[in-house]
Every structure is written in C-alpha cells, then in structure tokens.
C-alpha cells in the first residue's frame, strides 16, 4: 500500500524543526520533503542536517513564497514519479504537533478521495482573541462568497490525494494567498474537503510564524471578493 509523503516549506525555520523531523519518521510515512524557501544563509547548517537525516531539501535561492514553495514540492514529486497516495503539508515553525499530523495522517483511511484540513480550536485559550475573531470573519466571508462553511480556510495542514497534485501546481497564488485559492478551485472542482480537529500543538507566546501568521484582513476580504466576481462572470 502506498504512503504518505510529508511536505514542509521551511523561512529561517528553528533549530527545533531538526527534532520534529526525527518524530515524524517514526511514522508510517514515504519520505519527507523540505522546501528552503530562500532562508538566510545561516540555516544552510541546519538544512544540510536535515539531508543527513533522509529528508529530500529543495532550495529557492530566495524567497519566492509559501504558495511556490508548495508548488516546487509537488512537481518534484510529479517529475520525479514518486509513488505516493498524497501529501501532507506541515508547518517548520510548531505550528503542528507529530500528534496533529498523526491525526490526519490516520484520517486519510477514511477520507482518502479528498482534501483533508486539519482544523486549529481557536476556542483554545492558546490563541490571542484577535486570532479568534480574524478566523471567524475569515470562514463568514468565504461562505458568504464561495458558499461552503469551513471552519479554518488559514490551516497548513492538509492531506491532498496525488491525483490532485497536477491541478493544484496550475492554481494561483505564490504567497499566502494560495492556500485559500487551493480550496477555492477544489470547491469549484467538486473535490471533497473534510475537516479534522487538531490542538496538539501549544503556541509559544511572542514566537514568528511565517507561513501560518495573522493576515491583513483586506487582503483576505479583497482576495475572495475578486475570485467571488470571477465566478460570477463565468457564469454568465
């Protein structure tokens, strides 16, 4: 039966992610790929570690973007015809725990045909009330414009089965933005999306979050204003 490969995008990720790395080989998984997202040269060290340890490193020579980093990773997989069922896109920073991968990891037995969110209780005292609330106007605006209810659109982990995989390199989006456009097209594709509840992870208070960061909510309203206009056009 095929795995499970791990994906990480990786900014100047922490000297912890080294750790992490180790507890998630222990799990029933194909390989891990890490994506250097154009890091500051002193992490070269730290990446060079990671290769030592079996991941596979893909390096930009700067930094081009989480939605590109992901991309990278996955037409790595498509050129190189890994065998794999899908992928699981992880934080570098702590976003996630090995338990919170393992979550959705052991849910791909079930929901194995579509998108799996792993989705953050911001219910959680962990997270800051500003938190809280962005992410609550951020699941009311994607359901007023792509009428879907999805309860965290901001999660970066997801399981995405490999046939997914030649569609999702052609979706718009180098930055941040991707990770809602990716949902966007899936809803547009009738490809299911399941949700998942994680918490395992405990945010350390005044840590950088790179990829899984609070986000500028005009930006958020714009970006889903402007895929709500596009669809209405093409349905006319």
């Given at each position: ?7 990480i ?9 080294l750790?992490?790395?180790?507890k ?48 990278t990773?996955m ?5 190189s ?33 579509g ?33 879907k ?35 966007i ?52």
């Amino acid at each position: 039966m095929e795995q499970v490969i791990i994906m990480i995008p990786a900014l100047n990720p922490l000297p912890a992610l080294l750790e992490f790395i180790r507890k998630l080989r222990a799990l029933p998984i194909a390989r891990i790929i890490v994506i250097n997202d154009g890091s500051e040269e002193k992490y070269n060290r730290l990446f060079e570690q990671l290769q030592q340890e079996g991941c596979d490193v893909l390096t930009h020579d700067q930094n081009l973007g989480k939605g590109r980093a992901l991309k990278t990773g996955m037409e790595y997989i498509l050129k190189s015809r890994l065998r794999t069922k899908g992928i699981i896109t992880v934080g570098a920073h702590g976003q996630h725990s090995v338990l919170d991968v393992e979550q959705v990891l052991s849910s791909t037995k079930i929901f194995s045909d579509g998108i799996i969110l792993g989705i953050r209780d911001f219910k959680d005292s962990d997270y800051p009330f500003i938190s809280k609330l962005q992410n609550r106007a951020y699941s009311m605006m994607f359901e007023l414009f792509i009428r879907k209810r999805l309860l965290d659109i901001q999660t970066g982990l997801r399981y995405i089965p490999r046939k997914h995989l030649p569609w999702l390199c052609k979706v718009k989006g180098e930055s941040y933005h991707y990770d809602t456009n990716m949902l966007i097209e899936a809803i547009r594709r009738k490809v299911p999306v399941y949700e998942v509840p994680i918490g395992h992870a405990k945010l350390r208070k005044n840590s950088i979050i790179y990829y899984d960061e609070v986000l500028n909510p005009t930006k958020i309203f714009q970006q889903l204003w402007i895929n709500f206009l596009h669809k209405r056009q093409n349905t006319k």
